[in-house]
């Protein structure tokens, strides 16, 4: 017989073995007022192919939270391995949108919905807010996805709070 303990687990644990997950790194892009704003994220996930939904969590207490709810329509744009001076910038809670390509190199073309959509990005999902669940200090955001742009290179990893390339494929 197999006996279970209550576990007690800290935040700052918590966190620890979450990092231990390795992701890609985002950055959520919306249209507010004729301006880019962003925010990088790597909580971001497919949730289904029919329809074609994906998911971002969001920090309630991020500006782009406000932002995604007011305009229901964004862009994901997925790092290459270049980029990282790009995730960094739109990591910053101090960041401003009016100094990405000054700072950080990054530059937006718009898709016919004006949605930014990141030069150079790996891949780019246009996406239309479809749902809407709070989930403790975050908003879990699914959005249809109405386009898809994919371009070659390798992507931005991120793993136990440090960014990564890939290497070589295992056979």
């Known amino acids: 017989m197999v006996t279970i303990t209550e ?33 990088t994220a790597n ?14 969590c969001v920090d309630r207490s991020a500006r782009t939270h406000a932002h995604l709810h007011a305009k229901k329509r964004f862009g994901v744009n997925v790092l290459a391995e270049h980029q990282r001076a790009i995730s960094e910038y739109y990591a910053r809670p101090e960041r401003t949108h009016e100094r990405a390509e000054q700072e950080a190199g990054a530059r937006f073309a718009r898709t016919a919905h004006g949605t930014p959509v990141l030069n150079d990005a790996l891949a780019y999902f246009e996406c239309r807010l479809h749902t809407v669940q709070d989930a403790g200090d975050h908003t879990i955001f699914i959005a249809e996805v109405e386009d898809v ?9 991120f793993h136990r709070g440090k960014y990564h390339e890939i290497g070589d494929p295992l056979n």
């Not at 742009?149 to 990893?157: D, I, K």
């Open 7 to 39: 576990m007690s687990v800290t935040q700052a644990e918590f966190r620890k073995a979450m990092g231990s997950f390795a992701t890609g790194v985002t950055i959520i892009t919306v249209d507010f007022e004729d301006e880019v704003h962003g925010m």
């Open 43 to 56: 909580a971001f996930t497919s949730v289904s192919l029919d329809p074609m939904l994906v998911l971002v």
């Open 149 to 157: 742009v994919l371009r070659e290179g390798q992507p931005l990893l």
